[in-house]
């Protein structure tokens, strides 16, 4: 999703002004980038429509280009679209008479069991409660003790039912057991259930009837894709969903789920959860979405720029730099400085990257055009080793190179150290994901 729509949006960008024929190649990639992503048809129209309205006919700010301007735009509506969310804080609403009681409700196979002892430990730590947990599975083998042991790994209480043969009346003595013990939150876990087993449905209709929970929450595998939809609306028409638990985000979904269900069903995503670890959960967050999906597009035209006036096999050295597995050396240095040399105002680049801030200021600062000169000369000077593992630079290497290239040891110790930021920098563009884009751009 987010390769294609950073695609799409980067056309547009280094266009003149917004018309609305210009627009309309861009929404046409965007409206199929966000089908493939599996976002329901009937979400894509409203959003490229609003997007539309929002857009066309707009006087732009002179210190915006019209592709910001628009991205700005588009980024609004993908944060409204999957439900701009307050604070954090409120995301969980506990404001009831302790115990507030949780429900878990889902289908088999969902992640219930193990979100609710995530969601224990997430709310003891994240809220500082005292928070017990129960499980009234009593259908599926073993599923009680699963509950029970992933209590222990998220250090929390255990609510112990005897009496394993009436669901109701083990939410009914944890409820009594939590009230008494003065518990602030009660989990309660349930059996998985086929949205159209009315059975089964009017079994969690009467634990939450019993329990009177403050958030009902569904939880849903990621990887179910549009038939959330239906899940959503059929467990709701049995009891009042009071949000959703994305799971398994880490696996290979296409995400567009996340985009559909505020706008389809009115229910707002709370928690994902991300691997299989009991701390594996986080707060849903629309904006960083957004966010992660439009910040490439700056990288991108700051990378295509780069690209326009450097050759194409020094671009592929530097790809190479940031997607191989070897650790970045002098000579993926040198071979930047030099084209870094090529463009010209490096300061300039720098600063249009959107995630600027992982680069050091001094890095910033310190990189201009006279000092590249001075560290490529010095680089030159290096032996193959040397520019392979830097670390071998010591004392006796440092004032031969010195030497060699006619500067000053200092100098030598000044362009290591540059050297180590950028490696840093390298690094952490690495983690951020960039590779994948530089390799998509010229490919
Ligand atoms: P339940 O039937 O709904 O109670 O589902 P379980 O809690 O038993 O989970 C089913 C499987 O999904 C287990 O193997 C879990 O480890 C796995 N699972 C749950 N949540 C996540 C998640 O966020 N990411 C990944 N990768 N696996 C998850
Ligand atoms: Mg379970």
């Not at 040891?409 to 050297?419: G, T």
């Not at 490696?423 to 530089?438: H, Q």
């Amino acid at each position: 999703l987010t390769k294609r729509i950073s695609k799409s949006i980067f056309n547009i960008s280094n266009k003149g002004k917004i018309t609305e024929s210009n627009i309309q190649s861009t929404l046409r990639n965007i409206r199929t980038a966000l089908l493939e992503a599996d976002v329901a048809l009937k979400v894509v129209k409203k959003f490229i429509l609003d997007v539309k309205n929002d857009s066309i006919g707009k006087t732009f700010n002179n210190s915006f280009t019209p592709g910001q301007e628009f991205i700005k735009i588009v980024k609004k509506q993908l944060i409204y679209t999957m439900g701009s969310i307050k604070k954090n804080d409120h995301i969980l609403n506990m404001s009831t008479e302790p115990p507030a009681v949780f429900l878990l409700v889902g289908a088999q196979g969902m992640g219930k069991t193990t979100t609710v002892g995530k969601l224990a430990l997430f709310i003891k730590k994240e809220k500082k409660k005292k928070v017990l947990v129960v499980s009234t599975d009593i259908y599926r083998p073993a599923a009680i003790e699963q509950l029970e042991m992933l209590s222990k790994q998220a250090l929390v209480d255990f609510f112990p039912c005897h009496k394993k043969t009436d669901s109701v009346l083990i939410a009914k003595e944890a409820l009594k057991y939590a009230k008494t013990n003065f518990y602030d939150v009660l989990i309660i876990d349930t059996v998985g259930i086929m949205y159209s087993n009315i059975h089964m449905m009017n079994l969690i209709q009467s634990i939450s009837n019993k329990v009177n929970p403050i958030e009902i929450l569904l939880v849903i595998d990621a990887m179910v894709g549009q038939d959330a939809i239906n899940m959503i609306e059929h467990f709701n028409t049995y009891i009042p969903i009071s949000g959703i638990i994305l799971t398994k985000i880490d696996g290979d979904a296409r995400g567009g789920i996340a985009l559909s269900i505020k706008y389809s069903t009115g229910k707002i995503i709370k928690l994902v959860g991300n691997g299989e670890k009991i701390y594996d959960i986080k707060y849903f967050e629309p904006k960083k979405i957004a966010e992660r999906i439009l910040g490439m597009e700056n990288v991108l035209s700051v990378i295509q720029e780069i690209e326009n006036k450097i050759d194409r096999s020094s671009i592929k050295k530097i790809k190479n730099t940031f997607y191989n597995k070897t650790e970045f050396n002098l000579y993926d240095f040198l071979i930047q400085l030099k084209q870094m040399n090529k463009i010209g105002s490096i300061e300039n680049i720098l600063e249009r990257l959107p995630n600027n801030k992982i680069i050091p200021n001094d890095v910033k600062s310190r990189i201009n055009d006279k000092l590249l000169k001075k560290f490529i000369s010095i680089i030159n000077s290096m032996t193959k080793k040397e520019r392979m593992f830097p670390n071998i630079i010591k004392g006796s290497r440092k004032r031969r190179i010195a030497l060699g290239s006619g500067f000053k040891v200092q100098d030598i110790n000044s362009m290591l150290k540059q050297f180590e930021n950028i490696k840093r920098l390298v690094k952490s563009v690495k983690k951020n994901g960039i590779s994948n884009m530089i390799k998509n751009i010229s490919n």
